[in-house]
Each structure stands twice: as structure tokens, then as C-alpha cells.
């Protein structure tokens, strides 16, 4: 049960991701002026929602979840600092306060998403799966010289020994 809210929560919080960076694509210009209005540097609106676009799918299909949620959480607490910086205004502070708790659910899912469902899990399964079975056929493959050899051996034995005559 805990494995289904596990996913669930990242699906949400890659939610939040996926429709901003959407949302960023749709208006560039808005997007722009938002950033060069906080005194960085202009053509970063396009890299910044290809990102937060494609790190939030990866989080939702759950490929590379630790490296997205870790890139997210990062990119997340820089954005509290450089946009959500005046704590005495009660709305940034809010919005301060609720991108550093978006921060702290993406570093639980950079800790724990190796024991929750998702494709790196199903990769690394199956991976050790062909990898035991490559194993199993080697022990055998050599189960099989070894019980030709031995029987190669037995052949030799009685081929040396001369038969022996009833009559």
C-alpha cells in the first residue's frame, strides 16, 4: 500500500513540473520577461520549460527518477531564492515556503525511489533476472563438458581394455 501512495505522490509532484514547463512553452514571452524582470540573463525561458518538461515526465514514468528528482529539487530551491525572495510579503513568503516543500518531497523521492515501482526498478529486475539466467545456462554449459568428458573418459577406459572371448 505504501508503494502505491509512493507512486502516486510522484506522479503529483511531477505534475506540478510537467504543467509549468507546458505552461512556460506556451507563452515565452511572458515567461521571458519574468525571468529578465529577476535580473537574469535573457534565453533561458526555452531551456528552462524543455526541463522542467521533460525531468517531470521522467519522474512520472519513473526513468532516472533519482537523477530528475535531485536536478527537480535543486532547480526548485533556486527558484524560491531568485523569485520567491521577499519573505515579508506574505504571498512570496508562501510561495517561498511552498517551493522548499516541493524540494523536500523531491528529496524523498531521490532517497527512496529504489524500492518504489517504476521503470529503473523494472530494468534493474530484469536485468538481474537475464543476468541469473546467463548464470544458470553457464553452470550448466559446464555441467555438460563435464559429463562428456568424464564419459569420453569411461569410453577410452573400455576401449583399451581388450574383450574378453567366452568361447
Given amino acids: 500500500m505504501s508503494s502505491i501512495a509512493a507512486i502516486i505522490g510522484r506522479i503529483f509532484l511531477a505534475i506540478i513540473f510537467v504543467v509549468s514547463g507546458a505552461t512556460k512553452l506556451m507563452d515565452v514571452g511572458g515567461t521571458e520577461a519574468m525571468i529578465t524582470g529577476a535580473g537574469l540573463p535573457g534565453g533561458l525561458a526555452?531551456?528552462?520549460a524543455v526541463f522542467e518538461l521533460v525531468a517531470g515526465l521522467l519522474l512520472a514514468l519513473g526513468l532516472m527518477t533519482r537523477l530528475a528528482s535531485i536536478l527537480l529539487a535543486g532547480f526548485t530551491l533556486l527558484a524560491a531564492l531568485l523569485f520567491h525572495n521577499q519573505l515579508t510579503d506574505p504571498m512570496q513568503s508562501a510561495m517561498f515556503l511552498k517551493n522548499v516543500a516541493i524540494a523536500g518531497g523531491l528529496l524523498l523521492v531521490f532517497a527512496h525511489s529504489q524500492i518504489?515501482?517504476?521503470?529503473?526498478r523494472?530494468?534493474?529486475?530484469?536485468?538481474?533476472?537475464?543476468?541469473?539466467?546467463?548464470?544458470?545456462?553457464?553452470?550448466?554449459?559446464a555441467e555438460l563438458r563435464a559429463a562428456r568428458a568424464e564419459g569420453a573418459a569411461g569410453a577410452a577406459d573400455v576401449a583399451v581394455t581388450p574383450k574378453r572371448r567366452w568361447f
Avoid at 116 to 120: P, Q, R
Avoid at 129 to 135: F, I, S, V, Y
Wanted: net charge neutral.
Fill in 46 to 48: 526555452i531551456p528552462t
Fill in 116 to 120: 518504489w515501482y517504476g521503470w529503473d
Fill in 122 to 141: 523494472v530494468r534493474r529486475d530484469r536485468h538481474h533476472e537475464l543476468e541469473t539466467r546467463k548464470a544458470d545456462e553457464r553452470a550448466r554449459d
